[in-house]
């Protein structure tokens, strides 16, 4: 059984690293892992604390298996334990575990191996280990309180580059970005690299007030300007976000018809595509930034998990957020 303070003396949190996020069910799923942002359990569920939202409680198969996508076949801490009870697992939120993931042979209940893991030898299935080892973490956060800018890269141009809001906003759509939203000063006077701590000068931001006055930021706070107004400005690149899949489960009728469309927004503009066992499904009309999966006559062998997949490049990187569609299939018994 876990010492629960033996652990909780040494804990030291890390900024993370966020490397994949998807959507399911009015929640988004961010998974964290990397050489510097690895935790223990107890460290995984204060990042989550703090960066808002919960370490993951996958309680049902469909939202598990969306966790294990996102996790991308790493090992990941997942909330749930049997810290206070050997055997007796529960989810950091009280409840008992009812519906389990377990690997075969799994959980082995040795001494310590208390806290659980996902993909353990298997995409979806559960491992119990000692919660002092190092994993990465999915943290479950709901849609209307999920920033993307955890993976935007922001841009200032100062200088001779000072103009008005509304030519900044054109600059920065002709540089596949927008206007910078920044809403905090933490992520103005620490992720905007060329912001000079000792300068006070305002920086537009997309924050229009009226038709006169525009939104700006500087050291001294958010605030606004005459729009007309030569300011230096911000651009942003922005991960894909703000995905929708208009149906996330269906049970159809063999022959069936059924149309799933999934879209997302972003700057510069996603690529939307559908997939199937990580192969590009063939029956989908694609359009700017959205996708429609055509299911036509389903079969038998048209059941199980799709995933919506919207990509973009922000500061050269390819960014992926995906979506994710269960289809069952019933016949008609006569």
Not at 80 to 105: L, Q
Not at 224 to 229: D, F, G, I, V
Not at 252 to 257: D, F
Not at 273 to 301: F, I
Request: aromatic share 12%; net charge negative; with cysteine.
């Amino acid at each position: 059984m876990l010492r629960p303070n033996a652990f909780i003396c040494s804990l030291s949190l890390t900024f993370a690293a966020l490397k994949k996020t998807a959507q399911y069910k009015g929640t988004t799923l961010k998974f964290y892992v990397g050489e510097q942002d690895t935790t223990i359990f107890a460290g995984a569920i204060l990042n989550c604390y703090y960066k808002g939202g919960w370490l993951v409680l996958p309680k049902y198969s469909n939202l598990n298996q969306a966790v294990a996508n996102v996790a991308n076949g790493y090992k990941a801490w997942i909330g749930g334990s049997d810290i206070y009870g050997e055997g007796a697992y529960r989810w950091n939120d009280g409840e008992y575990v009812e519906w389990a993931s377990w690997h075969p042979n799994e959980p082995t209940n040795n001494e310590y191996q208390d806290c659980i893991t996902t993909n353990h030898r298997g995409s979806g299935k559960w491992d119990d280990d000692m919660c002092e080892k190092l994993h990465g973490y999915v943290r479950q956060i709901p849609n209307n309180k999920a920033s993307p800018q955890e993976r935007s890269k922001f841009r200032a141009f100062t200088g001779q580059n000072a103009t008005s809001y509304f030519q900044a906003k054109s600059v920065c759509q002709n540089r596949r970005s927008r206007l910078a939203l920044i809403e905090d000063l933490y992520t103005f006077e620490h992720r905007v690299p060329e912001i000079d701590g000792s300068s006070f000068a305002e920086y537009w931001v997309s924050h229009q007030q009226d038709v006169d006055s525009c939104g700006t930021i500087s050291h001294d706070g958010i605030s606004n300007a005459h729009c007309l107004q030569a300011l230096p400005f911000i651009c942003e690149q922005v991960a894909p976000y703000g995905l929708s899949v208009s149906d996330e489960e269906a049970t159809l009728e063999i022959g069936s018809n059924f149309n799933v469309e999934c879209s997302a927004s972003d700057f510069p503009t996603p690529d939307v595509k559908w997939y199937r066992h990580n192969v590009y499904v063939a029956h989908q009309k694609r359009g700017v930034a959205k996708s429609t999966l055509v299911l036509d006559n389903v079969n038998s062998e048209n059941d199980g998990m799709y995933v919506c997949k919207a990509t973009n490049e922000v500061d050269g990187e390819r960014s992926i957020t995906e979506g994710y569609f269960w289809l069952g299939i019933t016949t008609i018994l006569g």
